[in-house]
């Protein structure tokens, strides 16, 4: 039993170091060496210059190719690289457009008489244009009791009214005899129209007519020079062409008449 457990002891220690294996250097671990990639940190230590400070900026390889490039290249070049392109949104801009006074205004869309400045048809007395200025801002029912005025009172009766209004305001009243007071807004949508036409301004938006004024109109309308017949004769066309029911419902759309045709002929 001693022996045996001699034995054990033995095999238990540890081996010893051969004396021939302790001369021999032991490698090391060392981190694998790569080749430099581009756009890699480079950082190179000048043993001989002072130590670089903290607020000094350490230059990267691709910003020193940089700024070499900016350096040879024109301040202009550069603010033109730099500087941010806006897009222009054609419906920010201004909407209004220069009118030939000449052409037939009762051809016009409801988008172009929208476009037009009053300020500018009053400068060139363009009447007709006035009208339809005015007419465009009615509201719908409004629009509607001119239309139904020209297509079923007809022009003598209109034009009557027309009178009759004007001495009815020339003499401070508010109604007319043998008119039904529910009537009266009716009738004055139309009159107004007409003040706006003799007037050349939007009369329905103000200011109103003096009575000095409203004097002129009526004498005017007894020698014949006010022309209610022509302005009559004005709405009724514009009604069926520029404020039609189906222009009503595209307003955006030109006319048939601004519309270009462009041949293909070569003739």
């Known amino acids: 039993m001693e022996l045996a457990g001699w034995m054990k002891d033995i095999y238990q220690l540890p081996p010893v170091a051969n004396s021939d294996e302790k001369d021999e250097p032991q490698p090391h671990d060392y981190p694998p060496v790569h080749p430099s990639q581009p756009g890699a ?3 190179i230590i000048d043993l001989g210059s002072p130590s670089v400070s903290s607020g000094d900026e350490v230059v990267m390889p ?8 900016r350096s040879s290249t024109p301040d202009s070049i550069i603010t033109e690289s730099v500087e941010p392109i806006i897009a222009t949104h054609p419906e920010l801009i201004s909407a209004a457009i220069p009118v030939n006074h000449t052409d037939e205004s009762q051809l016009a869309s409801i988008s172009t008489i929208r476009r037009c400045l009053l300020a500018d048809l009053i ?3 363009d009447r007709k244009r006035v009208v339809s200025k005015a007419i465009s801002k009615l509201r719908a029912d409004d629009r509607e009791l001119i239309r ?3 297509q079923l009172i007809g022009k003598m ?5 027309i009178t009759a209004c004007v001495d009815m ?3 401070g009243e508010s109604k007319l005899r043998g008119v039904l007071p529910r009537d009266m807004p009716k009738i004055l949508v139309f009159v107004n129209l007409f003040l706006s036409w003799w007037f050349c301004r939007d009369y329905l938006k103000g200011p109103k007519a003096s009575k000095a004024d409203l004097a002129d109109l009526k004498l005017s309308i007894e020698d014949g020079s006010a022309k209610m017949d022509v302005f009559y004769d004005y ?3 514009v009604m069926g062409t520029t404020f039609s029911e189906k222009a009503l419902q595209h307003p955006e759309r030109p006319s048939q008449a601004e519309i270009i045709e462009i ?3 070569d003739d």
């Open 41 to 43: 940190f480079v950082e």
């Open 263 to 265: 041949s293909d002929d």
């Open 235 to 237: 709405v009724h066309t």
């Open 148 to 150: 139904n005025r020209v």
């Open 62 to 69: 691709g910003d020193a190719a940089d700024i070499r490039r």
């Open 157 to 161: 009766a209109s034009t009557r009214e």
């Open 123 to 125: 400068e060139y007395s």
């Open 169 to 171: 305001l020339w003499s």
